[in-house]
């Protein structure tokens, strides 16, 4: 019965089993920072929420997960489960019993797990408030061996029992409504290979370059695979979500990456990831904060590296855009800079400005102590590369280009004047014009600009920059900071977003060698820690949610750029 595994094996406390394109996982995270004993199918449709308990019959079983297969182990028994399309899980054991209970015991008129017995087919079914989707259960092969809780009301057990001592196999299904009795003509083994030979064909696509130089390159690639839901709800295109665990969102900057990472090998889908968001522009020409199944919230936004972010896409998608696809993206790009420059400039200023740090992506950096509504240095030298992108598509699309150059050179000007010491950025209120400089790695952000700047500002943000630097990478906060905090989100911690872009304007501004330093930490520090959404700074550990999307993006890009060097010989 037992399938051999295929791909990289993973921690299923990490990373969660699923499938691209699916809304839901196997995983014993249920909440944020919340890990069960038991696996749970955990859906993302209407929030993250743990709709039923996968349970083995023996207690410590050892589990197993390959991007094609999970499977819970104990002496000779076995337990697999394999996705048949996005919305269908087939789950089946030999000499190991499995109880699928319902994750909440209570039901309400308005919370809760419904289970009733279908006449029309006799499968069983659990209704689920929270995500507004039923889960059919079909026994497919054995029987079951007990069913409690059907047609209950209020608190009690809604479980179906899998018997040990027989085989077994049934097919659970996410959906709406309802749908034909589950068929299931394809067999357990074919789906385990049709997984296989998809997943492969993935990396194949985005990895092509990978070897014993890039050991995580499968995992990443799995990682964003595996977090591809298709369109529902307010999502709108095929969607990369920054984890199926409790991040299962789309950001207006963490998208970026994930495009990026994507360009060369699923352009189409790259090209999605970059125009999610703007799906969702408001009227000012705002990008939301964040887009997920049925939510989209626009009380933040999300730093503008779109200009810097669509050059990268562009340089590594295999064939360039048409002109209809380019005229709405220049378009696009045009409204969200022009936001910053009409919503977010004080009267009489060259500078925009956040209005909390939740804007910047950088929610608690140190730059953001003593005020929250700041001109800072990062924002400004964005903004000078959007606009510097949006002469070059306006020149390509024959539309005046000058405007956006006149922009750019003012904003430059304005950074270098109001926002430069002479030795460091430093951030300044737009009401009071107080300036006040701190440790945090956003305040030399504007390297991202690269040969751009100043040579001699270039030069000392690179020193900066190597302040930050310890055995794993780039901390946010230096370590030697008195706000220094290990697990302290942007004070402290390694994170990818803040790393690609850095490395990217020191390879522009000529710093190599530091660049390929940053470079080679960073891989290191996936290959030993995973994909985390950040990272210990002094140990390297992952810290938060644990299978993060732009990390992994951040990952490839990195890594695919080191092979590029190397096979040209530099």
């Given at each position: 019965?037992?399938?051999?595994p295929?791909g990289?094996?993973?921690?299923?406390?990490?990373?969660?089993?699923?499938?691209?394109?699916s809304?839901?996982?196997?995983?014993?995270?249920?909440?944020?920072?919340?890990?069960?004993?038991?696996?749970?199918?955990?859906?993302?449709q209407?929030?993250?929420?743990?709709?039923?308990?996968?349970?083995?019959?023996?207690?410590?079983?050892?589990?197993?997960?390959?991007?094609?297969?999970?499977?819970?182990?104990?002496?000779?028994?076995?337990?697999?489960?394999v996705?048949?399309?996005?919305?269908?899980?087939?789950?089946?054991?030999?000499g190991?019993?499995?109880?699928?209970?319902?994750?909440?015991?209570?039901?309400?008129?308005?919370?809760?797990?419904?289970?009733?017995?279908?006449?029309?087919?006799?499968?069983?079914?659990?209704?689920?408030?929270?995500?507004?989707?039923?889960?059919?259960?079909?026994?497919?092969?054995?029987?079951?061996?007990?069913?409690?809780?059907?047609?209950?009301?209020?608190?009690?057990?809604?479980?179906?029992?899998l018997?040990?001592?027989?085989?077994?196999?049934?097919?659970?299904?996410?959906?709406?409504t309802?749908?034909?009795?589950?068929?299931?003509?394809?067999?357990?083994?074919?789906?385990?290979?049709?997984?296989?030979?998809e997943?492969?064909?993935?990396?194949?696509a985005?990895?092509?370059?990978?070897?014993?130089?890039?050991?995580?390159?499968?995992?990443?690639?799995?990682?964003?695979?595996?977090?591809?839901?298709?369109?529902a709800?307010?999502?709108?295109?095929?969607?990369?979500?920054?984890?199926?665990?409790?991040?299962?969102?789309?950001?207006?900057?963490?998208?970026?990456?994930?495009?990026?990472a994507?360009a060369?090998?699923?352009?189409?889908?790259?090209?999605?990831?970059?125009?999610?968001?703007?799906?969702?522009?408001?009227?000012?020409?705002?990008?939301?904060?964040?887009?997920?199944?049925?939510?989209?919230l626009?009380?933040?936004?999300?730093?503008?590296?779109?200009?810097?972010?669509?050059?990268?896409?562009?340089?590594?998608l295999?064939?360039?855009?048409?002109?209809a696809?380019?005229?709405?993206?220049?378009?696009?790009?045009?409204?969200?800079?022009?936001?910053w420059?009409?919503?977010?400039?004080?009267?009489?200023?060259?500078l925009?400005?956040?209005?909390?740090?939740?804007?910047?992506?950088?929610?608690?950096?140190?730059?953001?102590?003593?005020?929250?509504?700041?001109?800072?240095?990062?924002?400004?030298?964005?903004?000078?590369?959007?606009?510097?992108?949006?002469?070059?598509?306006?020149?390509?699309?024959?539309?005046?280009?000058?405007?956006?150059?006149?922009?750019?050179?003012?904003?430059?000007?304005?950074?270098?004047?109001?926002?430069?010491?002479?030795?460091?950025?430093?951030?300044?209120?737009?009401?009071?014009g107080?300036?006040?400089?701190?440790?945090?790695?956003?305040?030399?952000?504007?390297?991202?600009?690269g040969?751009?700047?100043?040579?001699?500002?270039?030069?000392?943000?690179?020193?900066?920059?190597?302040?930050?630097?310890?055995?794993?990478?780039?901390?946010?906060?230096p370590?030697?900071?008195?706000?220094?905090?290990?697990?302290?989100?942007?004070?402290?911690?390694?994170?990818?977003?803040?790393?690609?872009?850095?490395?990217?304007?020191?390879?522009?501004?000529?710093?190599?060698?530091?660049?390929?330093?940053?470079?080679?930490?960073?891989?290191?520090?996936?290959?030993?820690?995973?994909?985390?959404?950040?990272?210990?700074?002094?140990?390297?550990?992952?810290?938060?949610?644990?299978?993060?999307?732009?990390?992994?993006?951040?990952?490839?890009?990195?890594?695919?750029?080191?092979?590029?060097?190397?096979?040209?010989?530099?």
């Open positions: 019965m037992t399938v051999a295929s990289p094996e993973f921690a299923i406390q990490d990373i969660p089993f699923s499938y691209r394109g809304w839901f996982n196997i995983s014993p995270v249920v909440a944020e920072k919340t890990y069960a004993d038991d696996l749970h199918l955990v859906s993302h209407t929030g993250m929420h743990p709709v039923l308990r996968l349970s083995p019959t023996v207690a410590g079983t050892t589990v197993v997960a390959t991007p094609a297969l999970l499977t819970w182990r104990d002496g000779t028994g076995r337990i697999e489960a996705y048949d399309g996005p919305d269908t899980l087939r789950i089946r054991g030999r190991l019993g499995l109880r699928v209970a319902a994750a909440a015991r209570t039901l309400t008129p308005f919370s809760g797990t419904y289970l009733y017995l279908d006449p029309l087919d006799g499968s069983h079914v659990f209704t689920s408030y929270e995500t507004g989707r039923r889960y059919r259960v079909t026994v497919l092969s054995g029987t079951l061996t007990r069913t409690d809780g059907a047609e209950a009301l209020g608190t009690a057990d809604r479980s179906l029992d018997p040990g001592d027989q085989p077994w196999e049934i097919a659970v299904e996410e959906y709406a309802a749908r034909r009795p589950y068929a299931g003509s394809i067999t357990f083994e074919q789906l385990c290979r049709d997984r296989t030979v997943f492969t064909a993935f990396v194949d985005i990895a092509p370059w990978r070897g014993a130089e890039t050991p995580a390159a499968e995992l990443a690639a799995y990682v964003l695979w595996s977090a591809t839901v298709a369109p709800g307010f999502v709108t295109r095929p969607a990369v979500l920054m984890s199926k665990h409790w991040m299962d969102k789309v950001w207006s900057w963490d998208h970026c990456f994930n495009a990026i994507l060369a090998g699923e352009p189409e889908l790259a090209w999605h990831q970059f125009h999610l968001p703007f799906d969702h522009q408001d009227e000012a020409g705002a990008l939301p904060d964040s887009v997920t199944h049925s939510e989209v626009h009380n933040y936004v999300k730093p503008p590296i779109h200009g810097w972010a669509l050059r990268h896409l562009r340089r590594r295999p064939q360039p855009p048409d002109r696809a380019l005229a709405q993206t220049y378009d696009r790009l045009a409204r969200w800079t022009r936001f420059l009409d919503a977010r400039r004080a009267p009489g200023q060259d925009p400005h956040y209005q909390h740090g939740n804007d910047s992506g950088w929610d608690n950096a140190t730059t953001f102590d003593a005020d929250r509504v700041l001109q800072t240095a990062d924002l400004a030298a964005f903004l000078v590369s959007q606009l510097r992108c949006l002469a070059d598509l306006a020149t390509e699309l024959g539309e005046p280009a000058e405007p956006w150059s006149r922009e750019a050179d003012r904003i430059c000007a304005g950074l270098l004047r109001d926002l430069w010491d002479g030795e460091r950025f430093t951030a300044r209120s737009p009401r009071t107080r300036r006040r400089a701190s440790r945090s790695l956003l305040d030399l952000m504007p390297i991202a600009l040969a751009d700047l100043p040579a001699p500002v270039a030069a000392a943000l690179a020193r900066g920059v190597e302040t930050h630097l310890t055995t794993h990478g780039l901390a946010t906060e370590t030697d900071s008195a706000h220094y905090v290990a697990d302290g989100y942007w004070r402290g911690p390694i994170w990818a977003p803040s790393t690609v872009l850095v490395e990217d304007g020191l390879r522009r501004a000529g710093q190599s060698r530091m660049a390929d330093d940053i470079s080679r930490r960073f891989l290191a520090l996936c290959e030993k820690s995973g994909f985390a959404e950040n990272f210990d700074a002094e140990t390297g550990a992952g810290l938060r949610d644990r299978a993060y999307t732009w990390t992994a993006s951040s990952y490839l890009i990195l890594a695919a750029a080191q092979e590029q060097r190397r096979a040209a010989g530099g």
